[in-house]
């Protein structure tokens, strides 16, 4: 009997695997659920208790320099680790501006990309309230009525004619501000989808993709398999 090695039977179908995947991909699937909730749902207790011992951010921004142990803090370690390797999972959480009134305008990824504060930096080294919401900054029509000084010449004034350009045409609908997961279509987080990201960037392609007969249910192919 020929066996195919254990990597190949973790590995997704679309790679030539057989799709079982693995604990590790699955565990920090569920483990960085906690994180989705942590950012999406700041109006429950256990949310209020972590942003209370460890800030608002609850150091997903950055990882902090002391090597304490607690359940919130493996979860973010863990979660600074797969972006070491090139997973960044928390850049999947966007938010979704409605009418921006729990959005921040500078830091908060709405328009564009990235944020805005990266777009133009010129711009909010002049900015006076840096923690402006969405709704308060297009409540003035001139994008210069929080800034310290009038941009100058040159890049400051580039930058501030370029947002105010954009800003010209931006509506915002009379909805709440919302977060989405955007590895999928369904803005929803699943850990299905979090587990065959990991399962895929952490597993090789077979070269020699298993054989399926398509008619067949797939636990009756494995079954004929293991038989």
Request: positive net charge; glycine residues 6%.
């Amino acid at each position: 009997m020929v066996w195919a090695s254990w990597s190949s039977l973790l590995a997704s179908k679309n790679n030539g695997g057989l799709g079982v995947s693995s604990f590790y991909a699955l565990n920090r699937a569920l483990m960085f659920k906690w994180v989705w909730r942590f950012r999406t749902q700041g109006s429950s207790l256990w949310d209020r208790v972590i942003a209370a011992i460890h800030g608002d951010l609850g150091h997903l921004h950055i990882l902090p320099t002391s090597s304490y142990s607690s359940t919130w803090m493996d979860i973010v370690r863990d979660t600074f680790n797969l972006k070491q390797q090139g997973i960044d999972l928390i850049s999947y959480i966007l938010k979704k501006v409605g009418n921006g009134e729990n959005s921040l305008f500078w830091d908060d990824i709405w328009m564009g990309d990235t944020a805005l504060k990266e777009q133009y930096p010129r711009v909010y080294a002049l900015e006076a309230s840096k923690s402006i919401s969405i709704t308060e900054k297009l409540a003035h029509s001139n994008v210069e009525v929080f800034l310290r000084r009038p941009p100058r010449a040159g890049v400051e004034l580039y930058q501030s004619k370029d947002l105010s350009s954009k800003l010209v045409s931006i509506q915002l609908p009379m909805i709440q501000d919302r977060w989405i997961w955007s590895l999928d279509g369904t803005g929803k987080y699943f850990t299905e989808s979090v587990r065959k990201l990991l399962d895929d960037k952490r597993l090789l392609k077979v070269s020699s993709k298993i054989r399926w007969v398509k008619p067949i249910p797939i636990k009756v192919n494995v079954f004929a398999w293991k038989v």
